[in-house]
């Protein structure tokens, strides 16, 4: 596996962020520039990072193509066009988006996401991404979300069969399908559901822990690794068995110092259990 983060820390130039990385002892990373920047700022951070010899993971989109405001949607769909058109260009395991919310925030919860006839304009909106852009060394994913599509790893693999193009696979976080008791209280069977029905379409995971509260009502939140109660070494393990080259990339933490812990959590649990260093 290569650890890595899906933060950019500050920088000034594409070799300090590399260097930054390569200090850390990180393998992986996402892009930390858009497809709008001038070809020889994307060319210096890819240099930078073949220098490290550090993986271009994914380049992120995170918008949705269908929001109510039709401006705004129209710059998520160039966005998405975009940002894959980046991916292919500089080799990055995946592009990656969410499915996206019609309402309300891009990536928010509401009762139009499950749907059959979002269901069908997602798949159909990737088949025009796929066809339109051709991917090859890249490939378009969507990320799992509790509440949208992909929603479990039986849908994903749905998904995938309607969408029907190779320039499509699979973002692998479980973590986001964690959303009940059961699914808490039974992770192992969450990820051997999800490595068995998806396992060699995935380009890239996510790595994160999360918390159930106590109380009378269910809310679990995302905590920093080691923190939480996510079986990590399960899901690690899952991933070195399916892909020893595999990006799996730290998140959602406000600052490097923050991911440093993470990391250096990570580190140690794996090295506990396998007496290898990560």
């Known amino acids: 596996m290569r650890l890595g983060l899906n933060y950019a820390p500050p920088h000034r130039t594409p070799e300090e962020w590399g260097d930054i990385l390569a200090e850390h002892g990180f393998r992986s990373a996402c ?3 858009s497809y709008r ?10 240099q930078a990072a073949k220098d490290r010899d550090i993986l271009i993971a994914e380049v992120g989109v995170w918008d949705s193509p269908w929001q109510e405001d039709k401006e705004r ?35 928010g919860c509401c009762r139009e996401n499950f749907s059959e006839d979002l269901y069908r304009r997602n798949a159909a909106f990737v088949q025009e991404l796929c066809d339109t852009v051709k991917p090859v060394r890249t490939r378009f994913t969507l990320e ?13 693999a749905r998904f995938l069969a309607d969408v029907d193009r190779e320039g499509f696979a699979v973002h692998m976080d479980y973590l986001n399908w964690i959303k009940d008791p059961y699914t808490y209280t039974h992770q192992d069977e969450l990820i051997a559901r999800a490595f068995d029905t998806l396992g060699p379409q995935i380009r890239s995971c996510h790595l ?17 690794a080691g923190q939480g109660e996510a079986d990590l070494f399960a899901y690690l393990s899952a991933i070195d068995r399916l892909d020893a080259d595999m990006p799996v990339l730290l998140e959602h933490l406000p600052d490097l110092e923050t991911y440093l812990g993470a ?7 794996w090295k506990e259990k396998t007496g290898e260093s990560l």
């Not at 920047?37 to 994307?42: F, G, K, S, T, Y």
């Not at 799992?144 to 994903?156: A, I, L």
Request: charged share 20%.
């Open 73 to 107: 949607a129209a710059a998520a769909r160039e966005k998405c066009f975009g940002q894959l058109r980046l991916a292919e260009y500089v080799g990055a395991r995946c592009c990656v988006n969410v499915s996206g919310a019609p309402h309300g925030f891009w990536c």
């Open 37 to 46: 920047e001038p070809d020889a700022v994307i060319d210096a951070y890819v």
């Open 263 to 269: 990391a250096a959590y990570v580190r140690a649990l």
């Open 31 to 33: 892009f930390p520039v």
């Open 144 to 156: 799992p979300m509790q509440w949208m599509v992909p929603d479990s790893p039986e849908q994903y």
């Open 208 to 224: 994160k822990d999360c918390l159930l509260e106590p109380g009378l009502t269910v809310a679990i939140h995302e905590v920093p």
